[in-house]
């Protein structure tokens, strides 16, 4: 692949994966009142690029909703399943950490432990298994319309940056081209005399009959 062709691919599948962990990672802390361990989420969001970077080959726009949403719906499902595992297995009911816990699945800290302290106790799993469907739905949506619309709302935006400059280069008068100089081609004046100053006549008057 050309490294042309990489950066904005790779760009692109940042940009995704950044949207897509922050909308799972806060509906799942939201919903659930417990901080998600980091290691966890490194693992998710590795997962996430990958996927991204396989579906970022095409134009922006280029996708179908319905089949983008059938991938990306169970991909959140499978998300919310491992967020839990991780919630499960390093953090009580209340959100503090079990004793004995493991160390390289767990962390030192979490993440959204802020998000998780205003939220308060968990809620119903079917209402986080539905805003993990949600998320998936808001991610399809973004791949099939929204980063055309992006890309859109960049150029309008740079077009009206860029809109005074323009006003100013039209006040100001264009320079003459820089050419070479065409001298006037002088003609031969006109002769003033008669046009037919030097011509002889040589006839004259009709000869006389000859007598018989």
Not at 54 to 71: D, E, F, I, N, S
Not at 84 to 97: I, V
Request: hydrophobic share 55%; net charge positive.
């Amino acid at each position: 692949m050309d490294i042309s062709a990489a950066r904005p691919r790779a760009l692109r599948a940042a940009l995704f994966t950044a949207l897509c962990l922050l909308l799972s990672t806060a509906s799942h802390v939201l919903l659930s009142g417990r901080q998600l361990p980091v290691p966890v989420v490194g693992a998710a969001g590795a997962g996430v690029f990958a996927l991204a970077w396989a579906l970022a080959g095409r134009a922006p726009g280029a996708y179908r909703y319905g089949p983008v949403a059938a991938l990306l719906v169970p991909l959140e499902l499978a998300l919310g399943a491992a967020f839990g595992a991780g919630q499960d297995t390093c953090y009580d009911a209340d959100g503090h950490p079990l004793p004995g816990a493991l160390g390289a699945i767990c962390g030192g800290s979490g993440v959204g432990t802020p998000l998780a302290r205003l939220a308060g106790p968990g809620c119903a799993p079917w209402l986080l298994l539905a805003g993990h469907v949600a998320v998936g739905l808001l991610a399809a949506g973004w791949l099939a319309r929204g980063e055309r619309a992006l890309v859109r709302l960049l150029l309008a935006a740079a077009a009206g940056a860029f809109r005074p400059l323009r006003a100013v280069r039209a006040t100001v008068p264009a320079p003459a081209p820089r050419g070479r100089a065409v001298l006037p081609v002088r003609l031969p004046a006109a002769p003033s005399g008669p046009l037919l100053l030097h011509s002889v006549v040589r006839r004259g008057p009709p000869a006389p009959p000859v007598p018989a």
